[in-house]
């Protein structure tokens, strides 16, 4: 045997040292970034006509990655009369044809599946591990389901049939930049819209790099046009008078501020915004799958999710149990280096939510909450952050009311389950909730009684494209896939 | 334990498992990525955990002696470590004790009527102390999967206890056959009932090898939290043996990352974790010299028909 010593520890302690270290395992699959891209208008990469540019840099090592186009008012305008002019011949085409261009660009995407996970990976900060096998798959799986759908749209409703609405506007976030991007672009194109579509600065890489799948798919020009840029650039998108409807996925505030601005424009809009999603745990759940699924509710993708389960009920008599079994599970994570595939926890997206979730921790210290963080490696160069738990958090500490965006649990205590409902709905947010109970008629109950756009049950974080997803009160509105996703591209006539 | 409580009340009190949440969790074994130093330092592991194992009828003093030839002595490479323990029926204990009595391979026998366990308690304890008379280190008995399904928890933990006893100091591997109880629940409360009578260092063990579905990392995980679990309640600490199924190193080092993540460093020893398996050691060799090489040697190198040896 190879000689490492491990120590054993004293009391009824387990000891996850390092007898048996892995060794690093890096995804070693080109990413194929070009030095510099431009702007995707009308089935073209152009030059944009600010001429200026922005630096994308890696979260895992703070490289530059790449150089982004900033788009201008000139540029977004140039997009929406590509769009324009598209929807004329896009709308008119049959919906088996539409149906087509989706299935091509679902299988293309497929081809280069790790080509396109390594440079998620690489432009955001997730682990390889969840960009291969649930972003791009995912994203896939959104093209196939809605090119399904494209030559079916008369059997949506009964007696009526969708008619497109026309260009539409899309802002998406930079947490899941090529799921977003599949979860707006293919309900729009199989409802016979074009679109414009700005993705979130740091995370324009695999927005750029899909337009390339669009030219190989061979798809008209101007049906999809993107423009990257930041906050002006998004409102140039969102204030564009051709657009005929604006979806936008990010911060509850952008949010707001645009539904402010399309007030009396006659636009339509959808809006998924933040969430700060309560996890339930009653005393009879399998403890041990309820703390996987904690786990996977605030972790998965370093808690930049919407509909993290960032909040922790659990019934009092079983609290320290839960607890003290969360810690020892968190013992096992392994962050690092996102590109490493094992690794379980990768880099924040940006310095700016770094800072932020920082931030929000030294608040969570300040109010009083109990801190646990593993101890972990962290690398030297890049944006990373350990796995937090606060435990003896009250319903008006920051932590448990605003949206951390980041891998940092809650853990707050019930005793009834009327109790657990009432602090779960005692906040701003709607968006998901977690129930984790053997018995299932309560399940039942509490998904009437939980006002989330989402309620997972003895399990979380799970999506599918049949499956509507979106949130209530300061969630947002509007529902993205399935049936009811297809609703928000379409007029019914 | 309470006087014969039922199945319901010994869950409520040990905590049930969800079979989708715990199938979701053994399948991130999978995706662990276990490259060079590491690979050989789990490979080697896995090799001094095996139970080198015979369990045929047509066994005979011949196969037994090759059987533990090759478990002394692997390969020609002397650094691949000898394996953990020859298994075999009671009959064959003997003859496995001329070739491994006195070296670090213990002799491992099954007994109690293995597979079926269905004899008279006397018959299965007086062959369990013939095998500990014949020199047997280890017994693995099979549990009374009748009484158990008939709700007569009692019964399951009085005659492991009986065993226990007729094992004087040989250690004791208790089989629970789980594809027998099915479902994950019954495999959990099944660890327990053992547990409750075990000295520390004896061991669960998930299967005979004799029914269609045995070790997998499902079951393997079950009966590591129950270990896990019961460790922290008690301070006793239990050795575990997935049994049957497990073919290739592959699998192998899925299950040693399932005990490095869930039970520590303390585990990943032969004196806490075993592989009760025939065909798994050739696999292991394999790769172990592949990693060496460079290169995949030709099967007959590793006396590839398990019934070769």
């Known amino acids: ?493 | 334990m309470l006087n014969t409580p039922s199945l319901r009340q010994f869950l409520n009190d040990i905590g049930t498992v969800d079979a989708v949440g715990i199938e979701e969790r053994v399948a991130k074994y999978g995706t662990r990525s276990i490259k060079k130093s590491a690979k050989v330092f789990g490979l080697t592991l896995a090799t001094t955990m095996v139970d080198l194992t015979t369990l045929e009828g047509k066994d005979t003093p011949g196969k037994v002696a090759s059987l533990c030839l090759k478990a002394l002595h692997p390969h020609s490479d002397p650094t691949i470590p000898t394996t953990a323990a020859v298994c075999v029926y009671p009959a064959m204990v003997k003859h496995a004790a001329k070739y491994v009595k006195g070296t670090s391979v213990k002799i491992a026998s099954v007994a109690t009527a293995f597979p079926s366990g269905q004899a008279p308690l006397k018959t299965r304890l007086a062959e369990v102390r013939a095998a500990v008379a014949d020199g047997a280190d280890e017994i693995d008995m099979v549990i009374n999967r009748g009484a158990f399904l008939a709700g007569e928890l009692q019964l399951v933990q009085d005659e492991i206890a009986a065993v226990l006893e007729a094992c004087g100091s040989s250690t004791l591997k208790v089989i629970l056959e789980t594809s027998e109880l099915e479902t994950y629940d019954n495999i959990r409360a099944a660890s327990f009932l053992a547990m409750q009578v075990l000295r520390p260092g004896d061991f669960i063990k998930t299967s005979t090898g004799k029914t269609s579905d045995n070790a997998t990392l499902g079951n393997n995980q079950v009966m590591l939290e129950a270990i896990r679990d019961y460790y922290f309640a008690t301070g006793i600490e239990i050795a575990m043996k997935p049994a049957g199924g497990i073919r290739t190193a592959k699998q192998a080092l899925q299950f040693l990352v399932a005990v490095k993540e869930t039970l520590g460093d303390a585990w990943l020893t032969n004196t806490r974790y075993r592989f009760g398996a025939s065909a798994l050691l050739n696999d292991l060799v394999r790769q172990l010299v592949k990693e060496k090489t460079g290169a995949y040697q030709a099967p007959y190198t590793f006396s590839e028909s398990s019934s070769a040896y």
């Open chain 1, 1 to 493: 045997m190879p000689a490492k010593k491990s120590t054993r520890p004293a009391a009824r302690e387990l000891l996850f040292g390092n007898l048996w270290e892995f060794d690093p395992a890096p995804e070693s699959a080109p990413a194929f970034i070009a030095p510099r891209y431009g702007l995707f208008i009308n089935g073209k990469f152009t030059a944009p006509k600010s001429k200026k540019t922005f630096d994308s840099i890696s979260p895992r090592n703070e490289e530059k990655l790449s150089e982004i186009s900033l788009a201008g008012p000139a540029d977004v305008d140039a997009a929406y009369q590509a769009a324009a002019k598209a929807f004329e011949s896009w709308s008119r085409l049959p919906g088996t044809e539409r149906a087509k261009y989706l299935f091509r660009i679902a299988r293309l995407l497929q081809d280069r599946a790790r080509e396109f996970a390594v440079a998620e990976t690489l432009d955001g900060g997730k682990p390889i591990k969840e960009s291969r096998d649930f972003d791009v798959p995912m994203a896939a799986a959104h093209f196939f389901y809605h090119a399904g759908w494209a030559d079916k749209l008369s059997y949506v409703t009964p007696g009526r049939t969708l008619a497109p609405l026309g260009v539409i506007g899309q802002v998406i976030p930079w947490n899941f930049p090529l799921l977003m991007l599949a979860w707006k672009l293919a309900p729009a194109l199989a409802t016979g819209n074009t679109v414009v579509l700005k993705p979130a600065e740091t995370t324009s890489i695999t927005a750029l790099k899909f337009a390339s799948i669009l030219q190989d798919a061979g798809l008209p020009p101007g049906v999809v046009n993107i423009v990257t840029g930041a906050g002006e650039t998004g409102s140039a998108v969102v204030n564009h008078p051709l657009a005929a409807k604006i979806a936008f996925t990010g911060s509850t505030a952008v949010g707001k501020a645009i539904q402010r601005t399309l007030a009396g424009t006659g636009k339509r809009l959808t809006l998924e915004l933040g969430g700060k999603a309560a996890n339930i745990v009653f005393e009879d759940a399998p403890i041990d799958q309820a703390v996987e699924g904690i786990i996977n509710g605030i972790f998965f993708n370093q808690g930049h999710v919407c509909c993290a389960g960032s909040r922790l009920l659990v019934q009092e008599s079983i609290a320290e149990k839960v607890l003290s079994k969360l810690k020892i599970r968190l013992k096992t994570l392994r962050t690092g280096d996102p590109l490493d595939k094992n690794t379980d926890i990768g880099a924040i997206n940006s310095k700016a939510q770094l800072d932020r979730i920082s931030e929000l921790v030294a608040s969570g210290v300040a109010d009083g909450a109990d801190l646990y963080q593993p101890t972990c490696d962290l690398p030297k160069k890049g944006f990373y952050f350990p796995p937090t738990l606060f435990s003896n958090v009250t319903q008006s500490h920051r932590v448990a009311r605003e949206e951390i965006f980041g891998p940092v649990l809650s853990i707050l205590t019930f005793r009834t389950p009327e109790e657990a409902v009432e602090k779960a709905n005692n906040t701003h947010y709607g968006l998901s909730a977690g129930v984790w109970t053997d018995k299932g008629s309560r399940i039942l109950k509490l998904s009437t009684e939980l006002k989330a756009g989402v309620v997972w049950a003895n399990t979380f974080n799970k999506f599918d494209p049949t499956s509507p997803f979106g949130g209530y009160k300061e969630s947002g509105f509007g529902r993205e896939g399935g049936k009811q996703g297809l609703l928000d591209y379409a007029t019914l006539i």
